[in-house]
T-cell receptor
Framework: ETGVTQSPTHLIKTRGQQVTLRCSSQ?????VSWYQQALGQGPQFIFQ???????GRGNFPPRFSGLQFPNYSSELNVNALELDDSALYLCASSLDGLDEQFFGPGTRLTVL | KQEVTQIPAALSVPEGENLVLNCSFT??????LQWFRQDPGKGLTSLLLIQSSQREQTSGRLNASLDKSSGRSTLYIAASQPGDSATYLCAVIGGTSYGKLTFGQGTILTVHP
């Protein structure tokens, strides 16, 4: 059984650029959630996808968007990057949105 | 709005000690509570999941309890080891946090030899 994977591991961008982060869910899981974790803080919920539909969104602006594909993998897109977007981005998958959540290793995004 | 608080923020103990990490949440209408471990710069590893109908869960040297009515959970670590050094995060799902995990700030644990 393959766990949750994320790519890339690290990314450096400049202000105003756009970035795409990718996540492959654990086998059999149809729900993917994305979280942003600033240094020294707990993760903050960005949004969740269930069977290719957005199923809840946290307090993040529209420049944070996502997709879920038929194989339940997912992308997080961030447009017009700001310095405060520098964080660890975590993806979690589960059998359904309320079940045990399994996290990937994260993508460290640095915005200069 | 669900809020989760973890106490203490940091803890340093000698190897071999038993220790307790605390977590409290403001909305008791949760579906479940999860404890995670996070090593520096890494993702989260799920340690224990407690369903709202359960009182406790055990895995090896770890024991987590849940008192839903009072909005509290504790994580008990027996016979701590240097390898237990990490940040421990508590998160709840359900109620006003339906569909999303709401996390505490974490407890940074250091176990020194």
């Amino acid at each position: 059984e393959t766990g949750v994977t994320q790519s890339p591991t690290h990314l450096i961008k400049t202000r105003g650029q756009q970035v795409t982060l990718r996540c492959s869910s654990q086998s059999g899981h149809n729900t993917v959630s994305w979280y942003q974790q600033a240094l020294g803080q707990g993760p903050q919920f960005i949004f969740q996808y269930y069977r290719e539909e957005e199923n809840g969104r946290g307090n993040f602006p529209p420049r944070f968007s996502g997709l879920q594909f038929p194989n339940y993998s997912s992308e997080l897109n961030v447009n017009a990057l700001e310095l405060d977007d520098s964080a660890l981005y975590l993806c979690a998958s589960s059998l359904d949105g309320l079940d045990e959540q399994f996290f990937g290793p994260g993508t460290r995004l640095t915005v200069l | 709005k669900q809020e989760v608080t973890q106490i203490p923020a940091a803890l340093s103990v000698p190897e071999g000690e038993n220790l307790v990490l605390n977590c409290s949440f403001t909305d008791s209408a949760i579906y479940n509570l999860q404890w995670f471990r996070q090593d520096p710069g890494k993702g989260l590893t799920s340690l224990l999941l407690i369903q709202s109908s359960q009182r406790e869960q055990t895995s090896g040297r770890l024991n987590a309890s849940l008192d839903k009515s009072s909005g509290r959970s504790t994580l008990y670590i027996a016979a701590s080891q240097p390898g237990d050094s990490a940040t421990y995060l508590c998160a709840v799902i359900g109620g006003t946090s339906y569909g999303k995990l709401t996390f505490g700030q974490g407890t940074i644990l250091t176990v020194h030899p």
